[in-house]
């Protein structure tokens, strides 16, 4: 009996035994597991081969990383607050019902016909979008960037989630250029005392903005001029700007104009593209603008005059009170989704976003001047710009005596159809998409964008790296950028 019960118990204590190894085992398998998923998201992970040698696990995130910084909400947020007093690039100011949706805008639900037969008619697809929301889109955007990092010591690159476009807004038709200035010298004073701008002097660290980059490098202190001089303050040409339009400074890169269409699925892109291949196009070719009579040199004026005396042509008066509703989405995609050709001449400066609103209907676009796409997106637009462009230089309007319907008309049809094809296909580069799942994801504007600043971050490493001087040539003027160089004459 005693035997039997030493037998139980010795069994017992075995059972415990197994019972405790087989549970400090699974703890271990789950702590080890659970650790190799926090190196994967955070830095690259080693794990050792059946000859204990160390192989290193390819990282997707490996020079892409990107630390947000968490700057005062007075840089950023507090515009989305007072959004009532922002312009919109109108005579009246209120961009709140743009802040709306991430900064996409108001669903546009009166589509009037114009997604029929796809299901582009969602609500989560097309947008009332106004330009200068770019900065929050790009924001919100980049809070669900694959491959952000919470520890700055491993950023490729310093997101600095300042409003810049917004911010100069509030003061552009303000004489004191002190409070012009003000915001942005605060910005500054703030991030170099922080550690992440010890690193490189803030030349890993960009920012984006929704206005043309000359809105923020006013050259002279002088209240006639235009703008503030943000980008000219010592610090901030340390660090890279991401503009709807670049400026002829080498730390300012261009990227599109967001337009209305935000896709969540690459899916709805393609039956987009389809129907733009398949679309009936009356007309041979389109300007939608307003003249220019204020400005010398302005091609604008000969260019409405030219459509306005062809039948071939569709003028859409853009001038306020004109009653063209040119800031409706629907009424513009109708127009250059039945157009051939787009004509784009510069106004207020060298871009529009008619580039990309065009594009997006499947027109090919017409340029007057190479700073109006060529020499500004090189991201997002082939080098070979016969491929998906017309180019019509104007060097000088009074010299100037093209007609640009026989221009066009010159172009075979098959010529064209190709054209069409080509962009088409570049769609998915000019759009920022609505991504609500990471299953049927595309590469968008954004993606683009945010490849393009990290090459560009990793060349100033690499100087750094060789021993040379980073800062040599980072924002110096390309005085030839706009120039009609042999490249596009």
Same mark, same amino acid.
């Given at each position: 009996?005693?035997?039997?019960?030493?037998?139980?118990? =010795?069994?017992?204590?075995?059972?415990?035994?197994?019972?405790?190894?087989?549970?400090?085992?699974?703890?271990?398998?789950?702590?080890?597991?659970?650790?190799?998923?926090?190196?994967?998201?955070?830095?690259?992970?080693?794990? +050792?081969?059946?000859?204990?040698?160390?192989?290193?696990?390819?990282?997707?995130?490996?020079?892409?990383?990107?630390?947000?910084?968490?700057?005062?909400?007075?840089?950023?947020?507090?515009?989305?607050?007072?959004?009532?007093?922002?312009?919109?690039?109108?005579?009246?100011?209120?961009?709140?019902?743009?802040?709306?949706?991430?900064?996409?805008?108001?669903?546009?639900?009166?589509?009037?016909?114009?997604?029929?037969?796809?299901?582009?008619?969602?609500?989560?697809?097309?947008? @009332?979008?106004?330009?200068?929301?770019?900065?929050?889109?790009?924001?919100?955007?980049?809070?669900?960037?694959?491959?952000?990092?919470?520890?700055?010591? +491993?950023?490729?690159?310093?997101?600095?989630?300042?409003? @810049?476009?917004?911010?100069?807004?509030?003061?552009?038709?303000?004489?004191?250029?002190?409070? %012009?200035?003000?915001?942005?010298?605060?910005?500054?004073?703030?991030?170099?005392?922080?550690?992440?701008?010890?690193?490189?002097?803030?030349?890993?660290?960009?920012?984006?903005?929704?206005?043309?980059?000359?809105?923020?490098?006013?050259?002279?202190?002088?209240?006639?001029?235009?703008?503030?001089?943000?980008?000219?303050?010592?610090?901030?040409?340390?660090?890279?700007?991401?503009?709807?339009?670049?400026?002829?400074?080498?730390?300012?890169?261009?990227?599109?104009?967001? =337009?209305?269409?935000?896709?969540?699925?690459?899916?709805?892109?393609?039956?987009?593209?389809?129907?733009?291949?398949?679309?009936? %196009?009356?007309?041979?070719?389109?300007? =939608?603008?307003?003249?220019?009579?204020?400005?010398?040199?302005?091609?604008?004026?000969?260019?409405?005059?030219?459509? +306005?005396?062809?039948?071939?042509?569709?003028?859409?008066?853009?001038?306020?009170?004109?009653?063209?509703?040119?800031?409706?989405?629907?009424?513009?995609?109708?127009?250059?989704?039945?157009?051939?050709?787009?004509?784009?001449?510069?106004?207020?400066?060298?871009?529009?976003?008619?580039?990309?609103?065009?594009?997006?209907?499947?027109?090919?676009?017409?340029?007057?001047?190479?700073?109006?796409?060529?020499?500004?997106?090189?991201?997002?637009?082939?080098?070979? %710009?016969?491929?998906?462009?017309?180019?019509?230089?104007?060097?000088?309007?009074?010299?100037?005596?093209?007609?640009?319907?026989?221009?066009?008309?010159?172009?075979?049809?098959?010529? @064209?159809?190709?054209?069409?094809?080509?962009?088409?296909?570049?769609?998915?580069?000019?759009?920022?998409?609505?991504?609500?799942?990471?299953?049927?994801?595309?590469?968008?504007?954004?993606?683009?964008?945010?490849?393009?600043? +990290?090459?560009?971050?990793?060349?100033?490493?690499?100087?750094? %790296?060789?021993?040379?001087?980073?800062?040599?040539?980072?924002?110096?003027?390309?005085?030839?950028?706009?120039?009609?160089?042999?490249?596009?004459?």
């Amino acid at each position: 009996m005693e035997k039997q019960t030493m037998l139980t118990r =010795t069994c017992y204590y075995h059972h415990q035994l197994c019972f405790a190894f087989l549970f400090s085992f699974l703890f271990f398998t789950l702590l080890l597991c659970f650790h190799y998923s926090s190196s994967f998201n955070n830095a690259p992970t080693f794990l +050792l081969n059946n000859n204990n040698q160390v192989n290193p696990i390819t990282d997707f995130c490996t020079g892409r990383y990107v630390y947000i910084h968490e700057i005062p909400t007075s840089f950023n947020y507090y515009f989305l607050h007072n959004c009532n007093s922002l312009t919109r690039g109108t005579d009246t100011p209120n961009m709140c019902p743009y802040m709306e949706n991430l900064g996409f805008g108001p669903n546009i639900h009166n589509i009037q016909g114009l997604f029929t037969n796809t299901s582009c008619t969602s609500t989560s697809t097309w947008y @009332a979008t106004n330009q200068f929301s770019l900065e929050v889109i790009f924001h919100n955007k980049m809070k669900k960037y694959e491959c952000l990092t919470n520890d700055s010591s +491993l950023a490729n690159a310093i997101f600095v989630p300042y409003y @810049a476009g917004l911010d100069v807004s509030q003061f552009l038709w303000v004489s004191n250029i002190t409070i %012009r200035d003000s915001s942005g010298k605060e910005l500054l004073q703030w991030l170099v005392k922080r550690d992440e701008w010890k690193k490189m002097w803030g030349m890993d660290h960009f920012l984006v903005s929704g206005r043309i980059s000359w809105d923020l490098r006013r050259q002279f202190d002088n209240e006639s001029y235009w703008g503030s001089k943000f980008r000219f303050l010592p610090e901030s040409m340390n660090m890279s700007m991401l503009a709807v339009e670049a400026s002829s400074w080498k730390n300012d890169y261009a990227i599109p104009y967001p =337009t209305s269409f935000h896709p969540s699925s690459k899916t709805e892109v393609l039956q987009w593209q389809s129907k733009m291949r398949l679309q009936e %196009r009356p007309y041979l070719f389109t300007f =939608t603008g307003a003249p220019r009579p204020e400005l010398k040199g302005s091609i604008r004026g000969i260019v409405i005059e030219q459509c +306005l005396g062809s039948s071939a042509c569709k003028f859409i008066n853009c001038s306020y009170g004109s009653g063209e509703k040119c800031d409706d989405p629907v009424n513009v995609m109708k127009v250059f989704s039945n157009s051939v050709f787009c004509l784009q001449p510069p106004g207020d400066s060298y871009t529009r976003r008619s580039i990309f609103d065009s594009m997006l209907g499947g027109c090919v676009p017409v340029f007057f001047h190479p700073g109006t796409a060529y020499s500004q997106y090189k991201w997002f637009l082939p080098n070979n %710009r016969t491929k998906y462009s017309v180019y019509i230089p104007v060097k000088d309007v009074k010299e100037w005596n093209v007609n640009v319907e026989k221009v066009l008309i010159g172009i075979s049809q098959d010529e @064209a159809v190709a054209m069409r094809e080509e962009v088409i296909k570049l769609i998915p580069n000019i759009i920022y998409a609505n991504h609500k799942s990471k299953i049927d994801k595309f590469e968008d504007a954004f993606d683009l964008a945010v490849k393009g600043i +990290l090459e560009r971050i990793e060349e100033v490493r690499e100087a750094m %790296r060789n021993g040379r001087d980073p800062s040599i040539g980072f924002a110096d003027e390309d005085h030839y950028k706009y120039t009609f160089s042999d490249n596009h004459s």
